[in-house]
């Protein structure tokens, strides 16, 4: 299948090209910056230069949450809502059967009390969230016509070999030795390995799955302190966990705040609080009762690709 892919030079986007060509399809990025013979600059996508031909659109660029709070909102606007407007605009006009939006848990809830399922009822709070909503907003305020399927897909935290992320602060207290702190918060969270985001997307892509909109999870919620025991088995070290005062880690959290230490609210909330994503709706349209790897053994592998970086 020839599939175009946006901010495909992105970590999720990168990997699933690779993916996607090991598969036998043929993939055609769109970046700012092309630097390759398959990619297109989104000048020439949509001046419409080159006819892709493709047979699916996968949307993936878009402006990640920043934790620092720096970013204007209408950057996130721009580019996470506007942009996917007009891709969207132009896979309605093409002759491709499926169109795939990376939307985000955030653009519906920023905090969960049980489990968050898809019929919940959207209350973004950030910009980030917010925008991500509007694009969503606007994707099922149109009609795709006979023949198109249109998903829109609320991955949680996606991690995997080659991605840091928000797992790089519990990396560096385990490999320096620091005991962790905040071992007294009891939580569950939602992760997301990138192949068994991989193996959906295929899925999606080469079977007569339901269109509609789909959480993005693993099977199993971990906790933070879990992740810590991953992390300590994988670089081989011993995983130190300390129940400190939470009222204490607070106020230090919200100086971190004003003086910008590692830890700051935004962080603190990322680390301790619960959020857990069902899967079920899509492992249920897969036909499948668990997806290929599990939360413990992904978690293991990104660690374990931390020490060739």
Not at 193 to 218: T, V
Not at 224 to 252: C, D, E, Q
Not at 294 to 307: K, M, V
Request: proline share 4%; aromatic share 8%; glycine share 6%.
């Amino acid at each position: 299948m020839r599939v175009l892919i946006s901010g495909a030079n992105g970590f999720i986007g990168k990997n699933l090209a690779n993916y996607l060509i090991q598969k036998g399809d043929q993939v055609i990025a769109v970046s700012r910056n092309p630097v390759h013979s398959n990619e297109l600059s989104w000048d020439q996508l949509f001046s419409n230069q080159k006819n892709t031909g493709a047979e699916a659109f996968i949307h993936l660029a878009g402006k990640a949450h920043d934790l620092k709070n720096t970013s204007e909102p209408d950057e996130y606007f721009r580019v996470n809502a506007d942009l996917t407007e007009r891709f969207f605009d132009l896979f309605l006009q093409s002759k491709a059967r499926i169109f795939i939006y990376m939307s985000s848990v955030k653009a519906v809830a920023d905090t969960v009390n049980d489990e968050l399922y898809e019929d919940i009822v959207p209350e973004p709070k950030t910009p980030y969230g917010q925008s991500k909503q509007k694009a969503e907003q606007y994707i099922l305020s149109k009609e795709a016509g006979t023949g198109k399927r249109v998903f829109i897909l609320r991955p949680c935290m996606v991690h995997g070999p080659g991605n840091k992320g928000n797992l790089n602060l519990l990396y560096k207290f385990v490999l320096k030795g620091i005991p962790y702190p905040l071992a007294a918060f009891e939580n569950k969270r939602s992760f997301l390995s990138i192949s068994n985001l991989e193996y959906i997307i295929d899925q999606l892509i080469c079977r007569d799955i339901p269109g509609g909109i789909y959480n993005m999870a693993d099977d199993e919620s971990l906790s933070t302190n879990k992740v810590i025991r991953i992390i300590g088995k994988a670089i081989g070290k011993r995983s130190k966990l300390w129940k400190v005062s939470p009222v204490l880690i607070r106020t230090m959290a919200r100086i971190g705040d004003i003086v910008h230490l590692p830890l700051n609210s935004e962080r603190l909330k990322k680390l301790t609080e619960s959020y857990v994503v069902s899967n079920r709706k899509i492992k249920k349209a897969l036909g499948v009762i668990h997806l290929p790897v599990s939360s413990a053994d992904g978690l293991y592998a990104t660690i374990r690709s931390f020490n060739s970086q």
